[in-house]
């Protein structure tokens, strides 16, 4: 029963890590309006909330489509948490290298045009 309490929070790492983001970000907010005042040195301390909340707001929509994927596509989503390791695993190396590339530059890509706009 633990063992699938636990897989079922890696797989489903929305549930917790949506709520701590939160909680970061208004922490943060709090403590550096407390700590700083309005501002501090040349930067304004509020320049990481949006850092924050730049990453509260890709697990949100990461959460959204994955929910939405398990609702709709039961089959795909299956294929996508079992069988796609296994997939990957066939491949050679220069095709992982690449896709990893590929993806880590897209997510990179993506926090920073969202950040890009909440500054």
């Given at each position: ?7 079922f ?21 709090i ?15 509020s ?73």
């Amino acid at each position: 029963m633990v063992k699938k309490i636990i897989r079922f929070l890696l797989l489903a790492d929305f549930i917790w890590s949506v709520p701590l983001a939160f909680a970061t970000f208004v922490g943060y907010g709090i403590f550096g309006e407390w700590f700083f005042g309005e501002g501090f040195a040349w930067y304004d301390p509020s320049f990481f909330q949006a850092v924050i909340y730049t990453a509260l707001t890709l697990v949100a929509f990461n959460a959204v489509a994955l929910t939405g994927l398990w609702f709709n596509f039961r089959t795909i989503y299956k294929y996508y948490i079992g069988e796609s390791k296994k997939d990957y695993n066939t491949l050679e190396p220069k095709f992982k290298i690449g896709l990893f590339l590929i993806l880590y530059f897209t997510f990179l890509f993506e926090c920073l045009f969202i950040w890009a706009r909440l500054v």
